[in-house]
């Protein structure tokens, strides 16, 4: 079995890499040459008064939301409304918003699937070339190296994620799966429950990060072994109340929640290592309050705003000046550690909707 391990400078060097096709159609220009002109842009997003922002689950949770609506109010006068959509509802909703010229959304957060794809082929979405995203030095991952000539797509957090999460009452540590490999014994057949990779979210977040290193032949066995659910945030709860055993790719924000709930669950490392899905995100086209939705772009990625967003949260900061205390020591990011990404093309929006594909034939028409 191949692993893809990757860090600090080669790490680096791969983001730097990562690109995500041809430029963004109508509008700005997709390869911005100076950054915003802030005092004019916070003037007339006080004026504006408003933000709507569309985060798919896992992307921004309730108390994150919370967190930063309050502190963005209290500093712009800028009211910000929140609406939680699964990725298989932003895309429609978006385009339904364009075509019907009633735009609601300004920004969207949600990783690189199916909206993503559908989203940035019409050429809806705008580069965003905010001031605070130029700081030099304070990047454990710089929020534009993974789209760095169209700026259309930001890294908000470092999602690594360490794959496995069990039930510690229907499992002991001792039996937890130690490999990848150990998930296909037949004992595990049917107790393995793994968000669907067909429909984007953390199922198609973990594929795209480990099929190339696991082979499709090991996805093929795999695909036999799993339960398939179509939330991101059912894979956790389901192994919460023990309607199975063990997961794959539970998301690691609502695992946290359900670990300081008191819940009996518990993350586990691969031997392989954890696994890097990516979370952004995106500037619409269209947007009814475009000053407001560059300010909050802006000042997301200052320290002010990661210390607000990454531990409520409970994710692994873009900013390497915020602490990861408040993680568990067994998803932080640790220097030298292995774990398995995306390779530079399987990144692209072209590509993604193949590997849903591809996805969607080995779990769903094969299975």
Not at 58 to 87: C, M
Request: proline share 8%.
């Amino acid at each position: 079995m191949r692993k893809s391990p990757l860090c600090g400078a080669a790490f680096l060097t791969l983001l730097a890499a990562l690109f995500f096709g041809a430029a963004a159609r109508g509008g700005e220009k997709a390869s911005p040459t100076a950054p915003w002109d802030m005092a004019q842009i916070e003037a007339a997003a006080r004026k504006e008064g408003k933000l709507v922002i569309y985060a798919a689950p896992g992307h921004a949770n309730r108390q994150a939301q919370e967190a930063l609506g309050r502190r963005f109010n209290e500093k712009y006068s800028v009211d910000i409304e929140w609406t939680t959509l699964s990725p298989q509802e932003i895309g429609p909703r978006v385009l339904a918003e364009h075509r019907t010229k009633q735009n609601v959304a300004d920004l969207l957060m949600q990783g690189i699937g199916g909206s993503f794809i559908d989203i940035k082929g019409r050429g809806y979405l705008l580069p965003m070339l905010a001031p605070s995203t130029l700081q030099k030095g304070v990047w454990r991952l710089d929020p534009a190296r993974a789209s760095p000539k169209e700026r259309d797509w930001l890294y908000i957090n470092m999602p690594l994620r360490p794959s496995f999460f069990f039930n510690t009452n229907l499992i002991s540590p001792a039996e937890v799966p130690k490999s990848y490999k150990d998930l296909l014994n037949p004992k595990w057949k049917g107790k393995i429950v793994l968000q669907n990779p067909s429909i984007g979210g953390s199922g198609i977040g973990w594929f795209q990060a480990t099929y190339r290193g696991l082979g499709l032949d090991y996805m093929r066995a795999v695909a036999k072994q799993v339960a398939l659910v179509p939330g991101v945030a059912d894979v956790p709860d389901a192994v919460a109340r023990g309607q199975y055993p063990i997961a794959i790719a539970a998301t690691t924000d609502r695992g946290q929640q359900l670990l300081a709930e008191g819940a009996p669950v518990k993350f586990a490392q691969p031997k392989e290592g954890s696994h890097m899905a990516g979370q952004g995100i995106d500037l619409l086209t269209g947007a009814p309050h475009p000053n407001a939705a560059k300010l909050f772009i802006n000042w997301f990625y200052t320290l002010e705003g990661q210390l607000l967003y990454a531990p409520n949260h409970r994710a692994i900061s873009v900013r390497k000046d915020v602490s990861q205390d408040y993680i568990p020591p067994d998803v932080r990011y640790v220097e030298g550690a292995p774990f398995m990404v995306a390779s530079p093309e399987d990144l692209s929006a072209e590509r993604t909707r193949e590997l849903l594909d591809l996805a969607k034939k080995i779990f769903i028409d094969e299975k």
